[in-house]
Protein backbone atom coordinates (compact mmCIF):
# COMPACT_ATOMS: atom_id res chain seq x y z
CA UNK A 1 0.00 0.00 0.00
CA UNK A 2 1.21 2.96 -0.92
CA UNK A 3 2.09 5.99 1.85
CA UNK A 4 4.46 7.93 0.18
CA UNK A 5 2.95 10.01 -2.17
CA UNK A 6 3.81 12.18 -5.93
CA UNK A 7 2.22 14.44 -7.63
CA UNK A 8 2.16 15.05 -10.63
CA UNK A 9 2.55 11.85 -11.98
CA UNK A 10 3.25 13.10 -15.57
CA UNK A 11 4.63 16.41 -16.69
CA UNK A 12 5.48 17.99 -20.09
CA UNK A 13 6.69 21.10 -20.46
CA UNK A 14 9.30 23.28 -22.48
CA UNK A 15 12.96 24.10 -22.04
CA UNK A 16 13.19 27.17 -20.08
CA UNK A 17 9.94 27.04 -18.23
CA UNK A 18 9.76 26.54 -13.97
CA UNK A 19 7.83 22.91 -12.73
CA UNK A 20 7.61 22.02 -9.37
CA UNK A 21 7.33 18.53 -7.79
CA UNK A 22 5.42 17.75 -4.48
CA UNK A 23 5.89 14.60 -1.92
CA UNK A 24 4.23 13.55 0.92
CA UNK A 25 4.85 10.52 3.42
CA UNK A 26 2.35 9.24 6.07
CA UNK A 27 4.90 7.05 7.68
CA UNK A 28 5.79 9.40 10.50
CA UNK A 29 9.30 9.32 9.16
CA UNK A 30 11.90 11.90 9.33
CA UNK A 31 13.85 11.44 6.70
CA UNK A 32 12.75 11.70 2.69
CA UNK A 33 14.99 12.38 -0.51
CA UNK A 34 14.26 13.11 -3.96
CA UNK A 35 16.08 10.41 -6.84
CA UNK A 36 16.54 11.07 -10.38
CA UNK A 37 16.04 7.96 -12.57
CA UNK A 38 17.54 8.06 -16.00
CA UNK A 39 16.01 6.66 -19.13
CA UNK A 40 18.50 3.82 -18.67
CA UNK A 41 17.24 3.54 -15.14
CA UNK A 42 20.03 4.83 -13.42
CA UNK A 43 19.24 6.06 -10.04
CA UNK A 44 20.65 8.55 -8.17
CA UNK A 45 20.66 10.42 -5.11
CA UNK A 46 19.89 14.45 -5.38
CA UNK A 47 18.98 15.48 -2.19
CA UNK A 48 18.03 13.93 1.60
CA UNK A 49 16.62 16.34 3.96
CA UNK A 50 16.13 14.91 8.11
CA UNK A 51 13.24 16.94 10.30
CA UNK A 52 13.44 19.26 7.69
CA UNK A 53 17.31 19.71 7.30
CA UNK A 54 19.27 18.81 4.34
CA UNK A 55 22.01 16.75 4.98
CA UNK A 56 22.66 15.63 1.43
CA UNK A 57 22.74 17.61 -1.60
CA UNK A 58 24.84 15.71 -4.09
CA UNK A 59 26.49 17.43 -7.22
CA UNK A 60 23.44 18.98 -8.76
CA UNK A 61 22.78 21.79 -11.47
CA UNK A 62 21.71 24.81 -8.85
CA UNK A 63 18.37 25.15 -10.79
CA UNK A 64 17.01 22.82 -8.73
CA UNK A 65 15.85 23.61 -5.25
CA UNK A 66 14.62 21.00 -2.23
CA UNK A 67 11.56 22.48 0.11
CA UNK A 68 10.94 21.17 3.26
CA UNK A 69 7.60 22.78 5.08
CA UNK A 70 7.47 19.87 7.77
CA UNK A 71 9.25 16.63 7.55
CA UNK A 72 6.10 14.57 6.16
CA UNK A 73 6.62 17.07 3.13
CA UNK A 74 9.65 17.72 0.19
CA UNK A 75 8.97 19.45 -2.78
CA UNK A 76 11.45 19.68 -5.95
CA UNK A 77 11.80 23.00 -7.94
CA UNK A 78 13.31 23.19 -11.12
CA UNK A 79 14.01 27.01 -11.58
CA UNK A 80 14.32 26.41 -15.95
CA UNK A 81 14.46 22.99 -16.83
CA UNK A 82 17.16 21.66 -19.47
CA UNK A 83 16.20 18.98 -22.06
CA UNK A 84 18.67 16.61 -19.60
CA UNK A 85 16.38 17.38 -17.03
CA UNK A 86 14.12 14.83 -18.69
CA UNK A 87 13.40 11.88 -15.95
CA UNK A 88 11.22 10.15 -13.72
CA UNK A 89 11.85 11.81 -10.27
CA UNK A 90 11.47 9.52 -7.63
CA UNK A 91 10.34 10.67 -3.74
CA UNK A 92 11.35 7.95 -0.71
CA UNK A 93 11.45 8.28 3.07
CA UNK A 94 13.44 6.63 5.95
CA UNK A 95 12.58 6.91 9.30
CA UNK A 96 16.63 7.27 10.06
CA UNK A 97 19.66 7.94 7.54
CA UNK A 98 21.83 5.58 5.69
CA UNK A 99 20.90 2.35 6.08
CA UNK A 100 17.42 2.60 7.18
CA UNK A 101 14.83 0.78 4.30
CA UNK A 102 13.34 3.33 1.78
CA UNK A 103 9.82 3.43 0.81
CA UNK A 104 9.30 5.11 -2.47
CA UNK A 105 6.52 7.03 -4.30
CA UNK A 106 5.45 6.59 -7.70
CA UNK A 107 7.88 8.63 -9.21
CA UNK A 108 6.82 12.05 -11.49
CA UNK A 109 7.86 11.75 -14.76
CA UNK A 110 9.36 14.99 -16.68
CA UNK A 111 9.53 15.25 -20.33
CA UNK A 112 11.42 18.59 -21.32
CA UNK A 113 10.58 19.41 -25.50
CA UNK B 1 26.74 -7.38 -12.28
CA UNK B 2 25.46 -4.07 -11.09
CA UNK B 3 28.20 -1.62 -9.83
CA UNK B 4 30.90 0.58 -11.70
CA UNK B 5 28.77 -0.59 -15.10
CA UNK B 6 26.98 2.02 -17.37
CA UNK B 7 24.82 -0.28 -19.35
CA UNK B 8 21.85 -1.96 -17.53
CA UNK B 9 21.97 -5.98 -17.31
CA UNK B 10 19.28 -7.51 -18.98
CA UNK B 11 18.56 -11.36 -18.27
CA UNK B 12 15.99 -13.17 -19.65
CA UNK B 13 14.67 -16.52 -18.64
CA UNK B 14 11.53 -18.96 -18.65
CA UNK B 15 8.93 -19.20 -16.12
CA UNK B 16 10.60 -22.28 -13.59
CA UNK B 17 14.16 -21.33 -14.14
CA UNK B 18 16.33 -20.09 -11.80
CA UNK B 19 18.29 -16.62 -12.17
CA UNK B 20 21.01 -14.90 -10.44
CA UNK B 21 21.91 -11.41 -10.40
CA UNK B 22 25.34 -10.11 -9.14
CA UNK B 23 26.42 -6.72 -7.41
CA UNK B 24 29.61 -5.82 -6.28
CA UNK B 25 30.29 -2.41 -4.27
CA UNK B 26 32.98 -0.55 -3.77
CA UNK B 27 33.19 0.64 -0.02
CA UNK B 28 32.71 -1.86 3.19
CA UNK B 29 29.01 -1.93 3.85
CA UNK B 30 27.47 -3.72 6.93
CA UNK B 31 24.31 -4.09 5.03
CA UNK B 32 23.01 -4.88 1.61
CA UNK B 33 19.63 -3.78 0.37
CA UNK B 34 18.24 -5.51 -2.97
CA UNK B 35 14.86 -3.60 -4.35
CA UNK B 36 12.44 -4.46 -7.37
CA UNK B 37 11.23 -1.69 -9.45
CA UNK B 38 7.85 -2.94 -11.59
CA UNK B 39 7.55 -0.65 -14.37
CA UNK B 40 5.36 2.62 -13.52
CA UNK B 41 5.78 2.56 -9.83
CA UNK B 42 8.95 3.55 -7.76
CA UNK B 43 11.57 0.83 -6.23
CA UNK B 44 10.32 -1.69 -2.84
CA UNK B 45 12.72 -3.38 -0.56
CA UNK B 46 12.65 -7.05 -1.27
CA UNK B 47 15.91 -8.40 0.83
CA UNK B 48 18.12 -6.83 3.46
CA UNK B 49 21.06 -9.06 4.32
CA UNK B 50 23.67 -7.81 6.99
CA UNK B 51 27.54 -8.51 7.21
CA UNK B 52 26.99 -11.56 9.90
CA UNK B 53 24.88 -13.19 7.65
CA UNK B 54 26.43 -15.51 4.85
CA UNK B 55 22.85 -15.68 3.55
CA UNK B 56 19.42 -14.44 3.69
CA UNK B 57 16.30 -16.49 2.56
CA UNK B 58 12.60 -15.31 1.51
CA UNK B 59 10.42 -17.73 0.02
CA UNK B 60 12.33 -17.93 -3.23
CA UNK B 61 14.97 -14.91 -2.96
CA UNK B 62 17.64 -16.19 -1.57
CA UNK B 63 20.44 -13.24 -1.17
CA UNK B 64 24.33 -13.75 0.37
CA UNK B 65 26.80 -11.64 0.82
CA UNK B 66 30.75 -12.01 0.68
CA UNK B 67 32.58 -8.48 2.89
CA UNK B 68 35.45 -9.96 1.43
CA UNK B 69 34.97 -9.39 -1.79
CA UNK B 70 32.67 -6.81 -1.28
CA UNK B 71 29.87 -8.91 -2.87
CA UNK B 72 26.29 -10.01 -2.88
CA UNK B 73 24.02 -11.96 -4.98
CA UNK B 74 20.19 -12.53 -5.42
CA UNK B 75 18.31 -15.50 -6.58
CA UNK B 76 15.11 -16.29 -7.77
CA UNK B 77 14.19 -19.83 -7.49
CA UNK B 78 11.69 -21.24 -10.35
CA UNK B 79 10.80 -17.65 -11.57
CA UNK B 80 7.39 -17.07 -12.65
CA UNK B 81 5.95 -14.26 -14.75
CA UNK B 82 5.52 -12.23 -11.93
CA UNK B 83 9.38 -11.97 -11.23
CA UNK B 84 9.72 -9.45 -14.17
CA UNK B 85 11.02 -6.35 -12.80
CA UNK B 86 14.44 -4.23 -12.68
CA UNK B 87 16.36 -5.78 -9.51
CA UNK B 88 18.63 -3.25 -7.77
CA UNK B 89 21.28 -3.97 -5.03
CA UNK B 90 21.83 -0.67 -2.90
CA UNK B 91 24.33 0.27 -0.17
CA UNK B 92 25.01 3.34 2.32
CA UNK B 93 29.03 4.26 1.52
CA UNK B 94 29.45 6.98 2.98
CA UNK B 95 27.52 6.13 6.75
CA UNK B 96 24.63 7.13 7.48
CA UNK B 97 23.67 9.72 4.17
CA UNK B 98 21.84 7.70 1.49
CA UNK B 99 21.41 4.85 0.11
CA UNK B 100 23.54 4.66 -3.43
CA UNK B 101 21.91 2.04 -5.95
CA UNK B 102 23.84 -0.31 -8.50
CA UNK B 103 22.93 0.15 -11.84
CA UNK B 104 20.00 -2.46 -12.11
CA UNK B 105 19.51 -5.89 -13.60
CA UNK B 106 16.33 -6.52 -15.71
CA UNK B 107 14.65 -10.09 -15.57
CA UNK B 108 12.32 -10.66 -17.95
CA UNK B 109 10.49 -14.10 -17.08
CA UNK B 110 8.27 -15.36 -20.34
CA UNK B 111 5.81 -18.50 -20.16
Known amino acids: ETAVFQTPNYHVTQVGNEVSFNCKQT?????MYWYKQDSKKLLKIMFSYNNKQLIVNETVPRRFSPQSSDKAHLNLRIKSVEPEDSAVYLCASSSGTGNERLFFGHGTKLSVL | SQWGEENLQALSIQEGEDVTMNCSYK?????VHWYRQDSGRGPALIIL?????REKRSGRLRATLDTSSQSSSLSITAAQCEDTAVYFCATDPQGGRALIFGTGTTVSVSP
Open chain 2, 27 to 31: TYTTV
Open chain 1, 27 to 31: LGHDT
Open chain 2, 49 to 53: IRSNE
